[in-house]
């Protein structure tokens, strides 16, 4: 059973294929798909200014920066780490001819989403439906055969109402979805967009003196509260098909407004200095804070490991998050 994960919409799909190989890892390989989240590479290979290969991005990972929109691990990183594998590659970093020796790989790509055109102003990056188009051409290459014998903030948003445009999104990620149970998915965990009202990227660009902007978490919640229902019936309408939700929503709300129970200091500034006033990417090569285990945002939009680490813990271990189980339980079935 190959795991699939995606950030577009951050979604995790578990995929199913019609023999299983016995292996020490609780799963034989990792395949990853989405956006800066979950890049760990792809965009350092394209013409696009959405990338992190510069210092400060990666200064405490081991490899330090390649291309991961974070100080460390992503939270791909932390659940390949608990299904025993190796981290997955860059797709566009790997030959075909080596991808068969590999437990997995990432198709993820920075700015990029479920639609087509969302993140084009920043340069090329791979939308979700050309992340699954590269893993069709990996399958049909036989690529997998060794383990078997995944406003200008809202792109696109400027042109519908809320609603309209949740309802866009939830098409959209249901035929992803769908394309991929023809591809074999059949187990898919499903996180929530997260609170994107409470990065500082919005936080500091309305110069808030509350801790999250509600109008745009109210945005959000238009995709979020039509996801379990779309779930529900691509459960009832793909047999064989077991689909679970994270709650990631709650999640980071949580963590901006009750810091001290993740162990957090500081859930309001980016860790690193950022561009436009804590708003954006880091700038290159200045250092950043001292205590990055204890802030919850690297740069302007994105977790730091420690952030990402929770997650991938409660994902991972908690039925509670990730209901009706979690991934660990998910592997077993």
């Not at 993140?119 to 690529?143: A, P, V």
Request: net charge negative; aromatic share 12%.
């Amino acid at each position: 059973m190959s795991i699939l994960i995606s950030s577009n919409i951050l979604l995790f799909t578990l995929v199913h294929l019609l023999l299983q190989i016995q292996s020490k890892p609780l799963a034989p390989a990792l395949y990853v798909f989405g956006d800066s989240l979950f890049d760990s590479g792809n965009n350092n290979l394209l013409p696009t200014v959405a990338r992190a290969d510069y210092p400060p991005y990666g200064i405490n990972f081991v490899k330090h920066s390649t291309g991961r929109f974070t100080n460390g691990r992503t939270l791909p990183d932390f659940i390949a780490e608990f299904l025993e594998l190796p981290y997955p590659p860059p797709y566009l970093s790997i030959p075909d001819e080596d991808s068969m020796k590999l437990t997995g790989l990432n198709y993820a790509s920075a700015s990029c989403g479920i639609l087509p055109e969302t993140g084009r102003q920043y340069g090329k990056c791979l939308s979700l439906g050309e992340q699954i188009e590269m893993f069709q051409r990996t399958i049909e290459k036989k690529l997998l055969f060794s383990h078997f014998k995944k406003s200008e903030e809202l792109s696109n948003y400027q042109d519908y109402d809320p609603q309209s445009f949740a309802q866009l999104l939830i098409n959209a990620l249901s035929n992803h979805l769908q394309r991929l149970y023809r591809l074999g998915a059949r187990k898919i965990v499903t996180l929530e967009i997260p609170p994107l009202g409470c990065i500082p990227h919005f936080t500091r660009k309305y110069e808030l003196t509350e801790k999250c902007h509600e109008e745009t978490n109210q945005i959000v919640s238009y995709f979020n509260n039509k996801l379990p229902a779309t779930l529900k019936e691509l459960a009832s309408t793909l047999p064989g098909s077991v689909f679970v939700l994270a709650r990631i929503y709650s999640l980071g709300y949580n963590a901006v407004n009750n810091p001290s129970k993740y162990g957090f200091a500081d859930v309001s500034n980016p860790c690193c200095s950022t561009w436009e006033n804590g708003t954006s990417a880091c700038i290159p090569f200045q250092a950043p804070c001292s205590n990055p285990n204890e802030h919850f945002f690297w740069d302007g939009y994105h977790n730091t490991e420690t952030g990402n680490a929770i997650a991938a813990a409660l994902c991972f271990n908690d039925p509670g998050f990730c209901s009706p189980i979690n991934i660990k339980e998910l592997t077993r079935i």
